[in-house]
């Protein structure tokens, strides 16, 4: 699923893209696997006439007005809803001839809650509200798929943009390297100065038993 590129800022780049959850067309696939075979089947009991013609056109729309309503509508209206976080945002699109957006900066992110039904835990979707600590209020979204993954998503986003990550274990593990190479060197100095002193006392020693040696008492 692609997202409009005019949609971003500079610098700005998606992180997540998604529609709402497929079991949102669970209804409207019904109705078309209903309407289908029972329009078929009134349609051969329409008896011969000069108004049979008539009677199973009229069958035909009525099939065709409540496929329209109730199955390429709501195809339509999920496929234009839009939930995308960006490394800035959080960004909501839907509505098919009249279109609605409400974006949320990540830096105002205040609280992430979901909830989901027994049903929705097993199919892996739920409601999630997203609460701002400006003006902007709160922020539903439905059958989010993969509801706790996206939470925790947003909250490491807002954590990072707000600078409120702690130092990675990468910085702590070189911190310690450094340390333990600069002891190691420390370490090193101090053992080769100690055999400097032993050199040193050695050759005052050796150069007393000369003087003694040519100059016996």
Request: net charge negative; aromatic share 6%.
């Amino acid at each position: 699923m692609g997202f409009p590129t005019k949609l971003l800022g500079p610098d700005e780049r998606p992180v997540l893209l998604l529609r709402p959850h497929a079991k949102a067309l669970i209804v409207p696939a019904l109705v078309l696997l209903v309407t289908a075979p029972v329009t078929a089947y009134l349609a051969g009991l329409v008896p011969d006439g000069s108004a049979q013609v008539w009677m199973r056109l009229a069958l035909v729309v009525a099939a065709l007005a409540v496929i329209g309503r109730w199955t390429l509508w709501p195809f339509l209206v999920w496929w234009n809803t839009i939930y995308a976080i960006t490394d800035r945002r959080l960004v909501l699109r839907s509505g098919v001839l009249n279109r609605t957006g409400h974006d949320m900066p990540l830096t105002r992110l205040n609280d992430v809650k979901f909830s989901h039904t027994v049903i929705e835990r097993v199919l892996g979707c739920g409601t999630l509200v997203v609460e701002s600590a400006g003006e902007a209020g709160q922020l539903v979204l439905d059958d989010v798929p993969r509801v706790e993954q996206v939470q925790r998503a947003l909250y490491r986003l807002s954590d990072q943009i707000r600078g409120l990550d702690d130092p990675g274990e990468d910085d702590l593990a070189e911190d310690d390297v450094a340390g333990d190479d600069l002891a190691a060197r420390a370490d090193r100095g101090s053992h080769r100065d100690d055999r400097v002193d032993r050199v040193d006392r050695d050759e005052r020693a050796t150069q007393v038993l000369d003087r003694r040696h040519r100059n016996p008492m």
